[in-house]
C-alpha cells in the first residue's frame, strides 16, 4: 500500500514537473489542461495575470477555463476586463460576444470620446477624390477634430443567441485656416444579429449624412451585413458587405449620386496583447444619373495590413498599411487609374483607468495617369480619448 502511495507522488511530481520546467504559466495552464488538471491550470492563467495584468491571452484562457468548470459568473467577469483592450466599441462588443457564451454578457454599452488637435499639410484632399480640390495648390492648416463612437448590445435572452444592436459614430472638424473644408459626419447602425458558437453575424441598416464644402453635401443610407467565425482560438475571420445609396442634398451635386457595392474579408490574430489583420475590400460605384461627370462609375480593390503592438507594457504601437487601385470608367475618352498609399502609425498610451493619450502621423500618396490626381499629404495629430 505504502509504495502504491509513493509511486503515485513520484507519478504526480513528475507530471507536474513536465507541465512547469522551461514553461511559462500560460504553457504550464495549457499543460494541466491537457491532463484534465484544472485547478493547477486555473492556478497557473491567474498566476500569468497577477504577473501582467493586461495579458489578453490569459484572461481569455481563464475565462474558457471557467466555463469548462461551469463557473459562468466568475468568466463573465474575467471577460469584462478582456474587452477593455482599446478596440473602437464596435470591435469590443463584437470580440466579447464571440468569446463568450454567457447569453447575459452581450448586454452592454460601450463608448469613446475622442478630442484632438493637428496639422495638415493638404486639407484639400477629400477621403472621396470626387470631391477633393486637386486642381488648386496644396492648402496647409491647423485643425481641431472631435469624434465619437457609441455601441449598444442587447441579448434577446427568450429568444436564445439573437441580439440587437446599435452603433452611433460622429465626426467633426474646424480647420483654422481652410474653414471651407471643415466637416461634419454622423452615422447610425440598427440591426439584429445571432451569436453562435465560434461564428456571429449582424444585419444592420444604416443612415449617414455629410456636412461638408459648406453646404448639407450628402447622405447615403443602406444595408451592411457582417460575419465573424472563430477558426482557432485566437483567429478570426470577418466576412463583410455593403449597399448603399448615395444621394447628394443639393439640387447642383444630383449629377453625383451614385449606388456603392462592396465585399469585404479580413483575417485577425489575436497575440496576448497583440493584434495583427490582413483585409481586402471591392468595391464598385454605379452613377444613377447621365451625365458626363468624370470619375463617378469606377471601382474599388483595397489590400489593407497593419496591427497593435504593444511595447512592453508602455504604450501601443499602431501601424496600418492600404494599397487602394482605382479603374474609373471612361468618359469623353479620358481613362484614369489610380495607385493610393495610405500609411498610418500612431503610438498611444493609457494612463489614469479609462484615458487614452495618442500621437498619430498619416501620410497619402496617390500616383495616377490623370495628372490633376497626382498628390501627397502629411497629417499630424495629439489627442486624448476617454473609454467607457
Known amino acids: 500500500m505504502k509504495t502504491t502511495i509513493i509511486l503515485l507522488l513520484i507519478f504526480n511530481i513528475t507530471l507536474y514537473a513536465n507541465c512547469t520546467q522551461n514553461k511559462g504559466p500560460i504553457e504550464a495552464g495549457e499543460c494541466f489542461e491537457k491532463q484534465n488538471n484544472l485547478n493547477r491550470a486555473q492556478a497557473s492563467y491567474e498566476q500569468a495575470i497577477l ?7 490569459a484572461r481569455i484562457k481563464l475565462a474558457q477555463l471557467y466555463q469548462k ?25 463584437s470580440l466579447g460576444a464571440l468569446i463568450s457564451h454567457e447569453e447575459d454578457s452581450l448586454t452592454s454599452f460601450k463608448a469613446r470620446v475622442k ?9 484639400n ?54 474653414h471651407y473644408y471643415d466637416a461634419l459626419y454622423a452615422r447610425l447602425y440598427v440591426g439584429a444579429g445571432y451569436q453562435g458558437n465560434g461564428f456571429s453575424l ?13 453646404r448639407d453635401l450628402l447622405q447615403e443610407y443602406g444595408l451592411r451585413p457582417d460575419a465573424n467565425i472563430q477558426l482557432q482560438e485566437n483567429l478570426i475571420v470577418n466576412i463583410n458587405a455593403m449597399y448603399s445609396m448615395r444621394r447628394y442634398i443639393q439640387a447642383s451635386d444630383a ?28 468595391e464598385m460605384y454605379s452613377a444613377q444619373k447621365e451625365s458626363t461627370l468624370l470619375f463617378i462609375d469606377k471601382t474599388m480593390l483595397y489590400a489593407i495590413v497593419g496591427g497593435i503592438y504593444t511595447i512592453q507594457d508602455i504604450a501601443d504601437l499602431h501601424l496600418n ?34 484615458w487614452r493619450m495618442s500621437a498619430t502621423y498619416h501620410y497619402i500618396n496617390n500616383t495616377s495617369n490623370y495628372v490633376d490626381f497626382q498628390y501627397n499629404k502629411h497629417e499630424l495629430m495629439l489627442s486624448l480619448a476617454y473609454n467607457y
Open 69 to 93: 468548470m461551469q463557473m459562468p459568473t466568475q468568466a463573465s467577469a474575467v471577460l469584462v476586463d478582456v474587452n477593455e483592450n482599446q478596440l473602437t466599441p464596435a470591435q469590443r462588443s
Open 202 to 214: 449582424y444585419m444592420p441598416l444604416f443612415y449617414d449624412q455629410l456636412h461638408y464644402l459648406d
Open 115 to 123: 478630442l484632438g488637435g493637428g496639422y495638415d499639410s493638404n486639407i
Open 321 to 354: 498599411y492600404q494599397y487602394r487601385y482605382g479603374d474609373f470608367k471612361e468618359v469623353n475618352a479620358i481613362k484614369r487609374d489610380d495607385g493610393n498609399h495610405d500609411l498610418m502609425a500612431s503610438l498611444e498610451k493609457d494612463f489614469l483607468k479609462q
Open 51 to 57: 504577473e501582467d495584468d493586461t495579458n489578453t491571452q
Open 255 to 282: 449629377l453625383r449620386d451614385d449606388d456603392l457595392l462592396s465585399l469585404g474579408a479580413g483575417l485577425f490574430y489575436f497575440q496576448d496583447q497583440n493584434i495583427w489583420y490582413l483585409k481586402t475590400r471591392y
Open 125 to 178: 484632399i477629400a477621403s472621396d477624390d470626387a470631391l477633393s480640390n486637386t486642381t488648386s495648390e496644396p492648402l496647409a492648416t491647423l485643425f481641431s477634430r472631435l469624434s465619437a463612437d457609441l455601441s449598444y448590445v442587447h441579448d434577446l435572452q427568450e429568444q436564445g443567441s439573437w441580439f440587437l444592436r446599435s452603433d452611433l459614430n460622429f465626426y467633426y472638424q474646424n480647420n483654422e485656416a481652410a
